[in-house]
């Protein structure tokens, strides 16, 4: 058990918290001013699906920034879904996490009081406190990377839904019957819109020996199985035919799942951030196109901005800790 700050130290300075963003491969955790300003971050590789080695990890990561900084609370940003409190982890599709008593786990551990929430609610609440978002009363967050992850803010509050489940936007039907997606349905809106989808596509037209993948398959080595979205961002932003061509037709699937948005939510906003992001308005603009030919009462209604986000792969790290922040703030 780590001891906790003395007082002393905290009256002598502003209040820091620490935000870790757990993926896949990595676990990122930085101290976060009340600013939004990252001070320090230290990564280590996913120690794996085994819970009791992520939550080792954690604990080495928050020791480690915590001989250096004096923080207050921790904030925890996973995939998966969390329970209305923020305690417990429900389901988390990568880590081997099933209705797991994260706070109270780690809370044992650190000393401090720890804030578990779901990773696209840390990176909408950093993009509304801090970025693309600002100011703006109903905003929209989406991320687009192996999936579409999502968020909805509301007048200073991540909208979580009843039972801790809303923001799944990437698994609205779009395509009934369409291509098979891995929560078990067909034709799930990040089935077209996200970076697999468009590694996807790429991977199709090598497969079927189509010259306009020529482009793909030099920058895959000739593999068609190398080509993904990342690869195809890459080329596309690097001017390749093809691979524009690509991004244009995720972007014009991107905007119509926004206007379907629009029409349920109706925000100010649309941020759009994850790696697929990284392409741009090669990517915004056919969305933003999409979006106003498909938005119902077109015309006749005011308009949302659909915008990149600004604080990239540190959204969700940042958010994490301010959210722990404000949870110690009102408690």
Known sequence: MFPPIPARTRASVAPLSLGIDIGGTKVAAGVVDAHGVILEEVRRDTPGRDARAVEAVIAELVHELGRRHPIDAVGIGAAGWMDLSGSRVVFSPHLAWRDEPLRANLEAMLARPVLVTNDADAAAWAEWRFGAGRDRDRMVMLTLGTGIGGALVIDGRVERGSFGMAGEFGHQIIMPGGHRCECGNRGCWEQYASGNALGREGRELARKHSPMAAGLLAAAHGRPKGITGSVVTDLALQGEATAQEL?????????????????ALDPAVFIIGGGLSAAGDLLLEPA????????????????????????????GLIGAADLAREQLRLH
């Open 247 to 263: 991004v244009a037709e995720v972007g014009e699937w991107l905007g119509l799942g926004i206007a379907n948005l629009a029409a």
């Open 288 to 315: 933003r196109r999409a979006y106003l030919r498909n938005l119902t009462g077109r015309g006749y209604r005011q308009e949302a901005v659909i915008a990149q986000a600004q604080l990239g792969p540190s959204a």
